[in-house]
């Protein structure tokens, strides 16, 4: 007791607060991270996750429906290896908001905009840079960046759908989006392999240091601290053999890999994975491309495909590559740190229109051929919810008999939200980032996490 108050009393003013913030530094529990499967263009509800068996011929598809490990629940044939785990996730049926267009729902998913009009690029940060932003205040001791996007959200066709507002543009994901189940897969400016080329990017930084001290040691602005932290970052993606380590999807056991699917959709969840263990916090996956179909992406009006055909045509790949994620989630322990959402902007209208194609193609009959669709849906929808040490095994809420609306437990994208933020640790309800103007803004003005998911 003596030594340690005397050891205490030596401490300067300075010392104390430098001991605070190290103490400050060091997180109460292990770090949690955040794996978010876009689809982009909106899945439909009613053919995957909230199945109407007993509704009209108008509305209900053709798929059957199949029980799952979970009494009660019901899935739709397309995702038979979904149902076998249903145990490890929850389904919430009762997403609702106002952006019918894929930029207006999507800015609503992502950053909380209630605006119901589309915009060419968003006024808020989407959650992904809060996050980040807000996270780098702690320490870290991967090198890698704390949030990368595999196959990133970013723009739906002219519109741009995600993006840091205002929150520094630093705090924007690595993008990777080069076909991770390619075998030549590398990601540029990760890793240098060779001696030579390191030798020789060692002395060039060092230059460097020495020509612009004198600038850095005027810099008022304190610009030249960031320019600091981005080079940093930069020469460690460069040079620290975890980063080249954790890209290297070619490490992974080939039956792993084969689980996850040897495809685009299959291999970037992986990555996925292998990045969540190496340390990344925030990591975003777009379903998206030519496995989507025609149009390359989810957006199954009968103009753009028959939607029941392209839920055929993709549905393989998207359940084995969810589920083989949700699994080594739970097989590798990952289960309470990392959470795993998939969701898309939006749900399809459950009545089925008939419109004659725009176009021949995977999933699509030729041009003028009428064949079903389904169209853009924000009153009610699903999204799946997995891992984070949440409640899982069930359902929270529920659209009514048709799939139109929300009959218990509505839920909005801020609800959405601040799950999301709770998972992190981040206060949703009490933290603001200033705006282009220095106001504080508040990262989600209203909503509250959904209570059900959170364990207590």
Not at 10 to 34: H, I
Not at 405 to 422: G, K, Q
């Amino acid at each position: 007791m003596s030594l340690g108050l005397t050891g205490f009393a030596s401490l300067s003013w300075p010392g104390l607060l430098k001991l605070r913030a190290e103490n400050a530094a060091k997180p109460s529990r292990e770090r949690t991270a955040v794996i978010l499967v876009w689809l982009r263009g909106g899945c439909s509800h009613l053919d995957t996750y909230d199945p109407k068996p007993d509704i009209g011929s108008e509305y209900r598809g053709p798929f059957k429906t199949i029980k799952t490990k979970v009494p009660g629940m019901q899935l739709t044939e397309l995702l038979p290896l979904q149902a076998k785990i249903a145990d490890k996730f929850t389904l919430l049926r009762s997403m609702t908001h106002t952006g019918g267009g894929h930029p207006a729902g999507s800015l609503q998913m992502l950053s909380g905009d209630t605006d119901p009009r589309d915009k060419p690029k968003p006024l808020l940060p989407d959650w992904m840079t809060v996050a980040n932003y807000l996270r780098s205040k702690n320490k870290r001791t991967s090198p890698l960046p704390n949030y990368i996007g595999v196959n990133p959200i970013v723009n739906y066709d002219s519109f741009t759908i995600a993006g840091p507002g205002f929150v520094n543009a630093a705090y924007s994901p690595l993008a990777v989006s080069s076909d991770p189940s390619r075998p030549e897969f590398a990601v540029p400016n990760v890793g240098l392999s060779n001696p030579s080329q390191l030798a020789r990017l060692t002395d060039r930084m060092a230059l460097l240091h020495s020509l612009d001290k004198l600038e850095r040691n005027v810099d008022a602005a304190g610009e030249m601290g960031a320019m600091d932290q981005f080079e940093s970052q930069a020469m460690t993606l460069l040079t620290n053999p975890q980063t080249r380590h954790a890209f290297d999807i070619g490490k992974e056991d080939k039956r792993t890999r084969e689980r996850y699917g040897m495809h685009r959709w299959g291999q970037q969840l992986l990555l996925a994975r292998r990045l969540v263990e190496s340390g990344v916090e925030i990591i975003t996956s777009c379903l998206d491309g030519p496995q989507c179909g025609r149009v390359a992406n989810w957006d199954d009006h009968a103009v753009n495909h028959n939607v029941f055909e392209a839920l055929r045509f993709r549905a393989g790949a998207f359940d084995q590559a969810v589920s083989a994620l949700i699994e080594d989630v739970y097989a590798r322990g990952l289960d309470k740190r990392v959470l795993v959402v998939v969701s898309g902007e939006f749900g399809r209208t459950p009545k089925i229109s008939h419109v004659a194609s725009s176009g021949a193609g995977e999933a699509s009959a030729a041009a003028g051929v009428v064949q079903p669709g389904r169209d853009h849906w924000p009153r009610a929808f699903t999204n799946l919810w997995a891992g984070g040490g949440l409640q899982t095994g069930g359902v929270i809420g529920a659209s009514d008999k048709r799939g139109e609306d929300v009959a218990e437990h509505a839920n909005s994208p801020h609800d959405f939200l601040a799950t999301i933020y709770h998972h992190l640790g981040i206060d949703s309800a009490k933290e603001t980032i200033n705006d282009f103007s220095g106001r504080p803004t508040p990262i989600v003005p209203n909503g509250s996490p959904i209570r059900e998911l959170i364990r207590v």
